[in-house]
């Protein structure tokens, strides 16, 4: 079975930083790409920022310039570093793993609860 749990999640006000983690653990032969997806009160979930494994990582256009993703391969886990947030960044952030759990298996996605972030005016 894989798990994926987040953290760094809180309040902050405008201007402040904040760095999501999350890491995946469990049964897992190999990771391609690991993400961070958000949802807002009301809105449909959207991508921020994707980093597959060895390719160039993806941002919204939203968030380009304040945040940035890393992964820490050898711990299975991705980060997402949060500056200059706005009260428009406040939504549950959601780690989003592509994975195969055996040689075998097929790639499969993986998402964690998610973590509350909450930006104040």
């Known amino acids: 079975q894989v798990q994926l749990v987040e953290s760094g999640g809180g309040s902050v006000q405008t201007g402040g930083s904040l760095r999501l983690s999350c890491t995946a653990s469990?049964?897992?032969?190999?990771?391609?790409?690991m993400g961070w997806y958000r949802q807002a009160p009301g809105k449909q979930r959207e991508l921020v920022a994707l980093a597959p494994n060895g390719g160039t990582t993806t941002y919204a256009d939203s968030v380009k310039g304040r945040f940035t993703i890393s992964r820490d391969n050898a711990r299975n886990t991705v980060y997402l570093q949060m500056n200059s947030l706005k009260p428009e960044d406040t939504a549950v952030y959601s780690c989003?793993?592509?994975?195969?759990?055996?040689?075998?298996?097929?790639?499969?996605?993986?998402w964690g609860r998610g973590t509350q972030v909450t930006v104040s005016s």
């Open positions: 989003n793993a592509a994975l195969r759990t055996t040689t075998w298996s097929s790639w499969s996605n993986y």
């Open positions: 469990g049964s897992i032969f190999r990771i391609s790409s």
